[in-house]
């Protein structure tokens, strides 16, 4: 166990519906990040937040949104789903980027 | 800008051979530098990490790598292949992002297979 929590471990939904993905950083973490992986675009960086603030967005999509709460744990809200949205959304906690990142073990989403 | 090239998406080994993994970065600044292995279904963990001080990094597994400046390199190695090191390996720099904002950049990942 990491200590970063992901939730649900699988998802399998249909085109056009809105699904949420949730991330539970390790203790102490205050900034969350979010990356996609799939097989044909690898590890992406989607987007970064510290302490409930946006610092820095990826290759994410416009009807792709996240948010981070006050209790740390954050939030990736994916709409309008294709069939090319079928990837591993793994989400990373850290308590600075110069220490690395803990990985939780990710979301499989599949839209079918 | 800091960025990471990995050498050979995949790599074949027989067991009990070295594994070497080659990760080339470019940075205009002093690097911090990482490896992560992703097992098959899971997330990425943690290998070992090149902060400053000592040039050869201990990992777990018995992974090593070694921060070459004046090559711009961080390879991993390891002496004997084990077929429960199968996995995808990735290679990260610390990246400035804008202002004081700090994020991984990672490889694109080399798949290693070890055969019997």
């Known amino acids: 166990d990491s200590g970063v929590t992901q939730t649900p471990k699988h998802l399998i939904t249909a085109t056009g519906q809105r699904v949420t993905l949730r991330c539970s950083p390790r203790?102490?973490?205050?900034?969350v990040y979010w990356y996609q992986q799939s097989l044909d675009q690898g590890l992406q960086f989607l987007i970064h937040y510290y302490n409930g603030e946006e610092r820095a967005k990826g290759n994410i999509l416009e009807r792709f949104s996240a948010q981070q709460f006050p209790d740390l744990h954050s939030e990736l809200n994916l709409s309008s789903l294709e069939l090319g949205d079928s990837a591993l959304y793994f989400c990373a906690s850290s308590v600075g980027a110069v220490y690395g990142y803990t990985f939780g073990s990710g979301t499989r989403l599949t839209v079918v | 800008a800091q960025s990471v090239t990995q050498l050979g998406s995949h790599v074949s080994v027989s067991e009990g051979a070295l594994v070497l993994l080659r990760c080339n970065y470019s940075?205009?600044?002093?690097?911090?530098l990482f490896w992560y292995v992703q097992y098959p279904n899971q997330g990425l963990q943690l290998l070992l990490k090149y902060t400053t001080g000592a040039t050869l990094v201990k990992g777990i597994n018995g992974f090593e790598a070694e921060f070459k400046k004046s090559e711009t390199s961080f390879h991993l190695t390891k002496p004997s292949a084990h077929m429960s090191d199968a996995a995808e390996y990735f290679c990260a720099v610390v990246r400035n992002s804008g202002g004081s904002n700090y994020k991984l950049t990672f490889g694109k990942g080399t798949l290693l297979t070890v055969n019997p």
């Open positions: 940075s205009s600044v002093p690097p911090y």
């Open positions: 203790s102490g973490d205050l900034s």
